[in-house]
């Protein structure tokens, strides 16, 4: 059988409408070159996003798509791959979607470990609804809803997701399309949950996170490779945030996991082919997996 190149038009939907120069479009462009680069067919590929401006991304990738309510990207994508773990599964959100209301699912997937890749577009603000503090808002950003200085202190989602047992732990920046696309690659192939946050500046509503305020501060600390234990990625992150800097790049990374999917089929050959598959096949092929797994 003859392998099928994939190029970068095969996943281009239509135009998208975010303002000119926002760090989505690197993130999406970063996204398609991944798969690219993977060879994944379009329709090997599921993209479930969530709500704001980052939630579009599900349409402007020509794959299947996914658009959900407000902080529920995670439980959605998990379920897609329970469902058919032969697709690649992506996950994509904002920092407002994912950690906000979207906080709690994000906590328990790193526990779960399914095989799926999470993208956070972190601008550091709400932009969709017009520019107000998010949880990644450093303390005294001026938004709408803190006119006088954000008096709450910000959250640090990599910190977060080394602590809670990610297996694969990144960070990415739209100024560095380049390395990003590289980032991408690298958690798409990774077997298990990957969690890439990446700063994306809102060009409109943040005036403060730009890309110049990023350059100046970020700093990959995956140089010679990811940490190798994830107390050196934890003190790799404190260090680099003492120095006043923002770390980015492959920082943790730990394979052979079993995952969620895999230790809930307990019998992999239950696991449904999707080629030419009729209804009455599909509704047997799934009563065979509720019988063998789960009665």
């Known amino acids: 059988m003859v392998e099928v190149k994939v190029t970068l038009k095969d996943y281009d939907s239509h135009k998208p409408t975010w303002c000119p120069g926002c760090g989505d479009y690197a993130v999406l462009l970063a996204l398609k070159k991944a798969l690219v680069?993977?060879?994944?067919?379009?329709?090997?590929?599921?993209?479930?996003?969530?709500?704001?401006?980052?939630?579009?991304?599900?349409?402007y990738v020509?794959?299947?798509?996914?658009?959900?309510?407000?902080?529920?990207?995670?439980?959605?994508?998990?379920?897609?791959?329970?469902?058919?773990p032969t697709l690649t599964v992506i996950?994509?959100?904002?920092?407002?979607?994912?950690?906000?209301?979207?906080?709690?699912?994000?906590?328990?997937?790193?526990?779960?470990?399914?095989?799926?890749?999470?993208?956070?577009?972190?601008n550091m603000i709400y932009g969709l609804t017009k520019g107000q503090t998010s949880p990644t808002s450093l303390p005294g950003f001026k938004s709408g809803t803190s006119p006088f200085g954000s008096v709450e202190g910000n959250i640090e989602p990599v910190y977060i997701a080394l602590s809670m047992g990610a297996p694969f732990v990144a960070?990415?920046?739209s100024g560095d399309p380049k390395r990003l696309a590289e980032i991408l690659t690298e958690a798409i192939r990774f077997k298990g949950f990957a969690?890439?946050?990446?700063?994306?500046?809102?060009?409109?509503?943040?005036?403060?996170?730009?890309y110049d305020w990023f350059k100046e501060r970020v700093h990959y600390v995956?140089?010679?490779?990811?940490?190798?234990?994830?107390?050196?990625?934890?003190?790799?992150?404190?260090d680099t945030w003492a120095q006043g800097k923002l770390p980015l790049g492959i920082i943790y990374k730990e394979e052979g996991l079993p995952t969620y999917e895999e230790l809930l089929l307990k019998n992999k050959d239950t696991v449904p082919v999707y080629d030419d598959i009729t209804s009455d096949v599909w509704k047997e092929k799934v009563k065979k997996i509720i019988e063998e797994n789960f009665v």
């Open 222 to 238: 995956d140089d010679n490779g990811p940490l190798p234990t994830r107390m050196e990625a934890l003190k790799a992150v404190s």
């Open 91 to 122: 996950g994509a959100g904002g920092d407002g979607d994912g950690y906000a209301i979207g906080g709690n699912h994000f906590l328990h997937v790193m526990r779960r470990n399914p095989d799926i890749t999470y993208i956070v577009m972190n």
């Open 62 to 84: 020509k794959s299947y798509g996914y658009h959900g309510i407000h902080g529920r990207v995670l439980p959605t994508a998990t379920a897609v791959k329970i469902a058919n």
């Open 37 to 59: 680069n993977l060879n994944k067919q379009p329709h090997e590929v599921v993209v479930v996003s969530g709500i704001g401006c980052s939630g579009k991304i599900s349409d």
């Open 195 to 210: 969690f890439v946050d990446i700063f994306s500046p809102c060009v409109t509503f943040n005036r403060f996170n730009t």
């Open 171 to 173: 960070r990415g920046f």
